[in-house]
């Protein structure tokens, strides 16, 4: 590049020499790719968008990397991965990376310095707080963007199993078959009572009626049937052995026992409500490590 120097000439500068430049570029694609591999991983240290469509925001990736790098002067850090997963799942609920994120992220590598070399807070890991959970967190209209691929990871993170093959759901690609976000009550469902689908026509794409699907489950099982009809079928066809059993399948995809009457029940309203409480409880467990109550 070219500097003015005090003589007020223009001189051309070597700010990086090319030996040290291919080395640095070496490490920034080596800590790109692990913090793409930890976003995009299944496991107690990875945040679960098990297909690059779930990624909630690709700009976080190179914060993350970065992150990484920096870290390696301060493996002593006991607390380094619960903070990880704090800042991470704060930074795609909140929303922040959805836009111009240049400002984002150049603050939060600023803020994870000071943690790392001062043990200083990092801002964007407090942004989502337990009042944003429960009274801000819009789960109803949430059918797209980071918020909404979040819980997509937090679905796979929960080891869900497909609802008819019991394929666990943490990989995206099966032979002839792939894993989506699919519809729990159909789109187009029939006969839907008037007074328990009143929020039906409004929130029927929101993530509260989505799930981890594979498409061959989604298109030949469950179509456009009502959940109680394609539940009894389930029973039925044995997939599996007991309401006990079904509770379990279900759990996985933050279904609570309480939200799966309302499946038997075809009550759409009384749906929702209960899946939101277990996501917001869910969230609260992932941010805070503290036991479900």
């Known amino acids: 590049t070219k500097k003015r120097t005090a003589s007020g000439q223009m001189k051309e500068m070597e700010l990086v020499k090319d030996k040290e430049f291919v080395e640095l570029w070496e490490n920034a694609c080596q800590y790109a790719e692990e913090a793409r591999a930890i976003v995009m991983n299944v496991g107690p240290r990875a945040f679960g968008a098990i297909k690059s469509k779930f990624i909630p925001n690709t700009t976080i990736i190179p914060v993350l990397g970065a992150v990484l790098w920096e870290c390696e002067k301060h493996e002593d850090r006991p607390d380094f991965r619960e903070v990880l997963s704090k800042w991470y799942w704060s930074a795609t609920l909140s929303g922040d990376y959805s836009g111009s994120s240049d400002t984002v992220m150049s603050k939060d590598f600023r803020d994870w310095q000071r943690w790392l070399d001062k043990g200083i807070e990092i801002d964007r890991a407090t942004r989502v707080n337990e009042d944003f959970i429960e009274n801000e967190l819009d789960l109803r209209t949430?059918?797209?963007?980071?918020?909404?691929?979040?819980?997509?990871c937090m679905l796979?993170?929960?080891?869900?199993?497909?609802?008819y093959t019991r394929f666990p759901l943490v990989t995206g690609d099966y032979i002839g078959e792939r894993i989506n976000d699919h519809h729990i009550f159909p789109t187009k469902v029939k006969g839907l009572d008037a007074g328990k689908s009143t929020?039906?026509?409004?929130?029927?794409?929101?993530?509260?009626?989505?799930?981890?699907?594979?498409?061959?489950?989604?298109?030949?099982?469950?179509?456009?049937k009502k959940p109680s009809v394609y539940l009894n079928e389930l029973m039925k066809e044995g997939v599996v052995a007991d309401r006990e059993e079904l509770e379990e399948l279900m759990?996985?995809?933050?279904?609570?026992?309480?939200?799966?009457d309302c499946l038997f029940d075809d009550d759409f309203d009384g749906f929702i409500a209960e899946r939101e409480k277990t996501l917001k409880e869910h969230m609260l467990t992932l941010m805070y490590q503290r036991a479900r109550r």
């Open 142 to 152: 949430t059918s797209r963007g980071s918020q909404y691929n979040a819980i997509l």
């Open 199 to 224: 929020e039906f026509e409004d929130n029927k794409n929101s993530i509260l009626n989505r799930t981890l699907l594979l498409d061959e489950t989604n298109k030949h099982k469950i179509g456009n």
């Open 156 to 163: 796979a993170l929960n080891s869900p199993e497909d609802f």
């Open 251 to 260: 759990e996985a995809h933050f279904i609570s026992s309480a939200a799966l």
